[in-house]
């Protein structure tokens, strides 16, 4: 029998082991037990299921068991989940003026792969592998790369690096002039229940025009953004978002349910049987009093405002039909395996013979020669370089 340092650890392992393959399973999260409507504080492991079935209605094999490991469980009605790339059961119109077309890119706008539908551009961050500024998204916003090693849902591609990437989504007017870069890269990922397939994230990150990007979130806030870690907040705390389909909404309604959900997350509408079927362990869910996400806002960027500053706490990717509930990819997750860090304004311009420079719209005059890269902070009138002699202004 396994044994475990924490109840926490013990309920992250049992949930996935014993329950993502049983049938109409949605989510599994730690928490406290309900008896007769009321709350105790019994811990327990809650697990969602779309619809309660009587026991006698169902095999040996697909009932959950009362206690696992002397931890009991807790089964209540949840909703299915679904990756938010497009509608499901609601208009698929952009709020504008986030369906617009943006330049410089800022995040909290409309932009998907070419061919697909729509999404959310989340924000600028970093390459960590070549300092590059790169636009942070959704994998199936940008092509959907899978592990074919896994089970092959029926979309997707088992390489997306140099598809093309559109600002506005094409269902919002996007066309061939609004090409803004290609995917440079995203975490594969693997489809099926009960196979051992499990996923972290649900990201990717394309290319961008160095001249053509901002740190700033739509209706938001101008930036930067720092990412911090789950031990930096708390369940309860209040959340914000700036997307493609719903705009910006902001709390008091939207707040951190658990930032340990174990979730399956439907990427075929519903209509793709398992092969469409992706598993996720260690997310964020977040629930609402009114709809805060809904289809074309995947990719959006979620933040918490805390000592004076928003601060991203990770990648929304998937909601329920209704857009009251919402799961989201941890950002240290997603920062680790898509090699990425957070932007805090600076740029580097290679070098060159140019007398004139432009960085975000804003043009800068060499005063002086350097045989270095030339570092310049976007969003300000001047420039400056630290390396060896050199000036620019």
């Known amino acids: 029998m396994p044994k475990y340092d924490t109840y926490e650890e013990a309920c992250l392992n049992i949930e996935h082991i014993q329950y993502s393959d049983k049938p109409g399973v949605t989510v599994a999260y730690h928490g406290t037990k309900k008896i007769n409507g009321q709350e105790t504080d019994i811990p327990c492991i809650i697990v969602g299921v779309e619809t309660k079935i009587p026991k006698e209605q169902l095999n040996e094999s697909e009932l959950i068991p009362s206690k696992v490991y002397g931890i009991p469980t807790d089964i209540i009605e949840f909703p299915r989940f679904y990756s938010s790339s497009t509608c499901t059961g609601g208009s698929g119109a952009g709020c504008s003026p986030h369906d617009e077309r943006h330049r410089p890119l800022v995040g909290g706008i409309s932009a998907v792969e070419e061919t697909s539908t729509a999404c959310t551009l989340g924000l600028i961050v970093r390459d960590t592998t070549d300092g590059d500024l790169v636009a942070l998204t959704n994998n199936h916003c940008g092509g959907l790369l899978y592990d074919s090693y896994y089970m092959v849902p029926t979309y997707g591609n088992s390489s997306v690096v140099g598809l093309g990437m559109m600002q506005p989504s094409p269902y919002d007017g996007g066309g061939a002039a609004d090409l803004y870069g290609s995917v440079k890269r995203a975490v594969a990922m693997q489809f099926g229940t009960g196979i051992g397939a499990t996923n972290l994230v649900d990201c990717s990150i394309s290319t961008v025009p160095i001249d053509g990007t901002d740190f700033s979130i739509l209706e938001l806030n101008e930036g930067p953004f720092p990412f911090v870690d789950k031990s930096y907040y708390s369940v309860g705390e209040a959340i914000y978002k700036s997307g493609r389909t719903t ?77 009251t509930m919402g799961i989201a990819n941890p950002i240290e997750d997603v920062a680790s395996l898509l090699d990425i860090e957070w932007w805090d304004g600076s740029v580097v311009v290679p070098y060159t013979e140019d007398t004139n420079i432009y960085v975000n719209g804003k043009e800068y005059v060499r005063v002086g020669s350097t045989s270095y890269d030339v570092s310049h902070t976007a969003g300000s009138s001047s420039s400056s370089s630290e390396s060896g002699s050199s000036s620019s202004s």
């Open 247 to 323: 705009g910006n909404t902001p709390p008091p309604v939207t707040t951190v349910s658990s930032k340990s959900i174990v979730v399956n997350v439907d990427y075929g509408g519903g209509v793709g049987g398992i092969n469409n079927i992706a598993t996720f362990t260690d997310q964020i869910l977040y629930t609402a009093a009114t709809r805060f996400s809904q289809g074309g806002d995947s990719g959006s960027a979620i933040l918490i405002f805390k000592n004076g500053r928003y601060r991203l706490i990770g990648l929304h990717f998937a909601g329920d039909a209704t857009g």
